[in-house]
């Protein structure tokens, strides 16, 4: 077996990826234990929904930490097979668990139109979910090509369907968050600009990891996309617990 190790910009590409995963679970599951303390529905579903939604990179922080610990030598990263499915078949609960949350702070006592806006999702969802267990079932490898350990050339149809729940939360995202900036309440206020920044930077770093297909920007743009994508858990925490420290530092109460 010949030894392949991780480059500098790898080991960096790596190391962000982790930081973004494991800052998100934590702040994600920050949320759940508010959850638990305050008998919130809504604080669940958003810490869910956060940690969710970053399953995707699940996979590159599982890789490098199997090869960090094997002092960089790349044959250790996650076998296809697992890091296909694990990308992929978590998704679908955020479509359950964000459209729940968006309809309970935003459409509120649109009945109709919230049952509406669910069913279509969940639709959506499972249409999805099968054609992607589906094609890991037949065959893993149609799902996408791997190029390194933090990347992924995606089947057109798996691409399209990331892009669907990540612009699914970024729309309703922004508009709930657009909505919690017209109250007069200053708290309330400060939590709609830390969501508008959670929102903003999540649907930039998005957009770089769209621009992972240009090689000649590769790795700056991955880099890129991290950071934004750190800022908008950060952000996202905040905006939706808003501690105490953030209120008085920002508010001067």
Known sequence: M????????????GSLTLAFTTISFILGSLMIYKYIKY????????????ILLTTPWWP???SFILIFFAGGNKNYMLVDSLYFFIANALIAPIFFTWTNTFSKLVLKEKTRTKKAFIALCIIWAIIF????????????????????PFYVDWNPIIMFYLLSASLLFMITGLIFSAQTLKSHE?????????????FITFTIGTIFDVLLIV????????????????????AFYIGFILPKFVKKLVLKT
């Open 129 to 148: 979910e099968i054609i992607i267990l589906t094609m890991f079932f037949l065959n893993y490898e149609i799902m996408g090509n791997r190029k390194g």
């Open 215 to 234: 090689p000649e920007i590769y790795q700056v743009s991955l880099i890129l996309a991290r950071v934004f994508e750190i800022i908008a858990s950060i």
């Open 2 to 13: 010949s030894t392949d190790f991780l480059s500098l910009d790898e080991y960096v590409q």
């Open 60 to 62: 590159d922080s599982i």
């Open 39 to 50: 008998k919130d529905i809504k604080l669940l579903l958003v810490g869910l929904s956060w």
């Open 186 to 198: 200053p708290s309330i206020q400060l939590k709609g600009i830390f969501l508008m920044i959670a």
